[in-house]
C-alpha cells in the first residue's frame, strides 16, 4: 500500500483535502458501492488521481471496499464521525426544543432517528415525566426490522437499496413479536409504504410500543424518523396512532430546520 499523503497547510494540501471530500461526498449520495472506474467518470479526474485519494481515504477508514474487493463505500470511521456530527448539530439546533415541546403535548418520550449502516441511530431523545419509560438515550442504536423508524426506512428506501440490506441482516427475534419471516416483513413494509408511518408493537421490547412518521428531505428521500415510544401498558398501539397527525405536524417543523 502507497504511503498515506500528509495534508499540509499550503495550496497543494487544501487541494488534496477538497478532492477527498468530494469523493466522500459522491460514496454516501450514491445508493451503492462504487468502483474506481465508476469514480473516476464521477468525479472527472484523472485516474491516478482518484485511486490515490482512495487509498489515502481507505488507509485512515473513512473508505472501505465492498465483499468483492472492487468497489468501495463510506467507512466505519465515517460513520461515526458524521454520527456525531449530527448529534452535536441536533444540540445546537431549534431542535430539541421542538421535541421538548411535543413531550409536552403528548406526555411520552420522543426520539429522532436516522439510517446509520444497517441499524437505527437516535441523535435525539427526549424523556418523559413518567417513572415507567422506555430508556434509550441519544446516540443508541436499535435493529431495522423490529422498530418503527427502522421499518419505516426500509418502506420508503428504494427497492434495490431495501433488497441489498434485508440480504445483510439478521431478522433476529428480540420479542415474541418479532417479524423474523422476510415474506411478512416486506407484506408489513407495504403496508407502511401506503400509510407512511410505522408501529412496533412490542417487537423489539416487550411491554413497549411507539409509532413513527418520517422527515422527508428536498430530494423526497427520508431523511430522519420521528418517534413516540411509550410502556404499552399506558399506550396501545391504537392509542399511538391516534397521535399521528402531531407527529406529522412536528416532523415537518423538524425537516425545515434541519434542512
Known amino acids: 500500500m502507497a504511503p498515506v499523503e500528509s495534508l499540509d497547510s499550503g495550496a497543494a494540501g487544501s487541494s488534496a483535502l477538497q478532492k477527498g471530500f468530494s469523493l466522500l461526498e459522491h460514496l454516501i449520495e450514491a445508493d451503492r458501492a462504487l468502483t474506481l472506474a465508476e469514480l473516476v467518470a464521477r468525479m472527472d479526474m484523472p485516474k491516478a488521481t482518484v485511486h490515490r485519494l ?9 473508505l472501505q471496499r465492498d465483499l468483492t474487493g472492487k468497489r468501495y463505500m463510506p467507512g466505519d470511521r465515517l460513520a461515526r464521525f458524521s454520527l456525531r456530527a449530527v448529534v452535536f448539530s441536533a444540540r445546537m439546533s431549534p431542535v430539541r426544543a421542538i421535541l421538548e ?3 409536552a403535548e403528548i406526555g411520552e418520550s420522543i426520539n ?5 449502516g444497517s441499524s437505527v441511530a437516535y441523535v435525539q431523545r427526549v424523556e418523559c415525566n413518567w417513572p415507567l419509560r422506555t430508556h434509550l438515550s441519544a446516540g443508541s442504536r436499535v435493529p431495522l426490522h423490529c ?3 427502522g421499518k419505516l426506512f426500509l418502506a420508503l428506501m428504494p427497492t434495490m437499496r431495501r433488497a441489498a440490506l434485508l440480504d445483510e441482516i439478521e431478522l433476529k427475534a428480540y420479542s415474541p413479536h418479532t417479524i423474523t419471516s422476510r415474506k411478512r416483513l416486506e407484506e408489513e413494509l407495504v403496508r407502511i409504504r401506503d400509510e407512511r408511518m410505522a408501529v412496533n408493537n412490542e417487537e423489539f421490547m416487550v411491554g413497549a410500543t411507539g409509532l413513527s412518521v418520517p422527515l422527508m428531505g428536498i430530494d423526497g428521500e427520508m431523511i430522519a424518523g420521528l418517534a413516540l415510544h411509550a410502556p404499552v401498558a399506558r399506550l396501545s398501539v ?22
Open 147 to 149: 422498530t418503527a423508524t
Open 101 to 103: 415541546r411535543l413531550v
Open 54 to 62: 482512495l487509498i489515502n481515504l481507505e488507509a485512515a477508514r473513512l
Open 112 to 116: 429522532l432517528g436516522v439510517l446509520d
Open 238 to 259: 391504537k392509542d399511538a396512532r391516534a397521535h399521528a397527525s402531531t407527529l406529522r405536524r412536528a416532523a415537518e417543523k423538524l425537516a425545515r430546520t434541519l434542512l
